[in-house]
């Protein structure tokens, strides 16, 4: 079994592009003109699956990625310069973790976390 996380988007350049640098992967050729394969540069991990969608997303995530970090302040300001959106003014916390509730270009909910 292959787990692939697969992201709804609108323009899948847009997309590879934000989720490229954010993750620090490379998009694959391919895929016509529906999906983009995302695979990490170092050649294993979890592939990520760009899907192209006529609709704008509604409603809250059912389901995000978290992206754990070791400087929140530094990783949130990397990631707003690909593109992303910050939701979260100031971090939230609960057990030790402090995370900011951010946005890819098309809406999608993702967080940027740090543990104890």
């Known amino acids: 079994m292959e787990l692939v996380v697969v992201v ?3 323009d899948l350049n847009r997309s590879a592009a934000f989720w490229s640098g954010v993750l620090g992967y490379v998009a694959q050729p391919g895929g016509g003109d529906r999906y983009r394969s995302l695979k990490p540069a170092a050649g294993s991990g979890v592939e990520v699956l760009l899907q192209r969608v006529p609709e704008a997303k509604s409603g809250k995530n059912r ?3 978290d992206l754990r970090v070791t400087d929140l302040h530094a990783e949130v300001a990397r990631v707003e310069g690909f593109g ?3 939701l979260t003014a100031t971090p939230l916390s609960e057990d030790g ?3 900011h509730v951010l ?3 098309d ?4 967080c940027v976390i740090t543990g104890p």
């Open 103 to 105: 946005t890819d270009p």
């Open 8 to 10: 709804d988007c609108a």
């Open 63 to 65: 389901l995000h990625l």
């Open 97 to 99: 973790w402090s995370w």
């Open 84 to 86: 992303a959106g910050r």
């Open 107 to 110: 809406g999608n909910e993702f």
